[in-house]
């Protein structure tokens, strides 16, 4: 009986811990950051292609160039027509993340 009990408190000990870990990797939130970037790429699904989900006009698509650290970072994110057409090659922008995805995008004066 008294192992039972042993071995019962154990496994509660292991599942317990196992639950705290798991928790913690799955908080992936990484806030809001707002990263100065140039456009370095623009590209354009057709309708009809891969990931496009609108099948009448395709895909915008801008490949944003950001300093994070030491580090330079490459972002490709969906934007709307009006954006593509807005922000060509070599603009300078500031993006708003939150938890990642694109909220806004923001020319620097000067570009």
Known sequence: MRRR???AMFT??????VACTSTK???SSLGVRVLE???VERE???PGTGGTSDRSSGSWYLVFEARE???T???RYQ???QQYFRFPEGTRVQLVLADNLLREIRPLPGS
């Open 5 to 7: 009990r042993i071995i």
């Open 12 to 17: 509660l000990l292991v599942l317990a811990a």
């Open 25 to 27: 990797t799955k908080d």
């Open 37 to 39: 970037a140039v456009v």
């Open 44 to 46: 354009f699904e057709a």
């Open 69 to 71: 650290g030491e580090a």
């Open 73 to 75: 970072a490459h972002y």
């Open 79 to 81: 934007v709307t027509r």
